[in-house]
């Protein structure tokens, strides 16, 4: 008989660490930062520092490790920075971790360029908190400097993620996925046995639509150049799965 484990309810990514590397070995970082780096040559100006937001165990930055960016990243989970700082990465002087919220974190440094990628801005509940992201970020940049997020739409919940259940035996943990279409949040449950004990974290995201975006956008101290969809340069819309958004500030000066 399997013995009774104690259940614990833990803030989202902090026990996650430990496997979160395993969950996202999909992802393929390579071309994802190939696909940042092409955008900075497109709409940047003179990107040399780079801050990035939610950057989770750094393995977006690690795979920005193949051009001449000095990286800056945060994120709020204290045990994710740690993963991320163990990392050989993490050992070269143009990358930095740190402990801090997207809304609050502000870099030492004047960047040239800002990141918030996977989706991270859909952990905003409301669209004030995404406006009061982006306003902080407008704090964070030189005014040659380009903002670059995405999110993740509702064709992206409802194609993947509702009513889901996934069980990994080979890092050890259950997942279970589902989409509220009346507020359009997506839920991400996440059970992983560690040490004896179950750990279990609830994951929320507003899913906007873009036109909730775009009028956040409008509000804030940045303009929209491009919508681009996925991982390409074709223009995103509610038929993709993820839209990347490039901003410029209103008062962008090139060099």
């Keep these: 008989m399997q013995p009774f484990l104690e259940k614990k309810n833990v803030p989202p990514y902090s026990m996650l660490a430990d496997f979160y590397d395993g969950m996202m070995e999909h992802v393929d970082y390579r071309t994802w930062s190939s696909f940042i780096h092409q955008i900075f040559e497109r709409y940047g100006s003179g990107i040399s520092t780079v801050c990035e937001f939610a950057c989770g165990t750094g393995n977006f930055a690690a795979a920005m490790a193949a051009f001449p960016y000095t990286m800056i990243c945060s994120d709020r989970s204290e045990t994710m920075i740690m993963t991320a700082r163990k990392k050989p990465v993490a050992q070269s002087d143009k990358m930095q971790f740190f402990t801090g919220d997207m809304l609050s974190f502000k870099p030492t440094v004047e960047c040239d360029a800002a990141l918030c990628l996977y989706d991270s801005v859909n952990y905003l509940m409301k669209a004030e908190d995404i406006l009061n992201f982006f306003n902080h970020v407008s704090e964070c940049i030189t005014d040659r400097g380009v903002f670059i997020f995405d999110v993740c739409t509702e064709k992206n919940s409802l194609d993947h993620f509702d009513q889901r259940y996934e069980l990994d035996r080979t890092h050890h943990y259950k997942r279970r996925s589902y989409y509220d279409r009346v507020s359009r949040t997506q839920f991400n449950e996440i059970e992983a046995e560690i040490n004896g004990t179950l750990f279990h974290e609830t994951h929320q995201q507003r899913i906007y639509s873009l036109d909730e975006i775009h009028a956040i956008i409008r509000a804030s101290p940045f303009t929209c150049v491009a919508q681009l969809a996925n991982l390409g340069f074709t223009d995103g819309s ?15 000066v090139a060099i």
Excluded: Q
């Design 238 to 252: 509610e038929a993709s799965e993820r839209v990347h958004f490039v901003l410029r500030k209103k008062n962008y």
